[in-house]
């Protein structure tokens, strides 16, 4: 037995929209086919692939959206400048980091309900330059 991929991540939230919203616009997934549950929700798809399902949940529910035990989510990601420029445009606070050995930069953001996400692109020389702040 082992491990194949990563099959889906979820997400409590109380509020729906602005969490599709920010899944959909900013980051670039699709909402998706969803089963009938008995409760609110949506999932969202890269490709045909379902990988976050967001619980809706009413302000009476005890259970906190972006539990303690989720540190982040990390997705592959091209178009780097495009993202930066999303992310001034949607003013969404971000910090990045170039991974040491690949080069891969990474933009860390936090979505509406304080989930992390770990965005990582395949750098051009250029964009590992203006990442690492070097000129020319």
């Known amino acids: 037995m082992h491990v194949q991929r990563l099959d889906h991540v979820t997400i409590n939230t109380y509020d729906l929209d602005a969490t599709r919203r920010f899944y959909v616009d900013v980051i670039g997934l699709h909402n998706g086919e969803r089963p009938p549950f008995a409760f609110p929700g949506l999932w969202l798809y890269i490709g ?36 930066r420029e999303r992310l001034q445009r949607e003013n969404i606070a971000a910090s990045e980091a170039v991974v040491p050995r690949t080069g891969d930069v990474q933009i860390f953001v936090h979505d509406p309900n304080g989930v992390r996400l ?13 990442a690492l702040g070097l000129r020319g």
Do not use: K, W, Y
Request: hydrophobic share 45%; aromatic share 4%; net charge negative.
């Open 118 to 130: 770990e965005l990582n692109f395949t750098a051009s020389p250029a964009e590992l330059r203006e």
């Open 48 to 83: 045909q692939t379902a990988v976050i399902h967001v619980v809706g949940l009413s302000t009476d529910d005890d259970r906190l959206p972006g539990g303690g035990a989720v540190d982040h989510i990390a997705f592959r990601v091209d178009g780097l400048a495009a993202m």
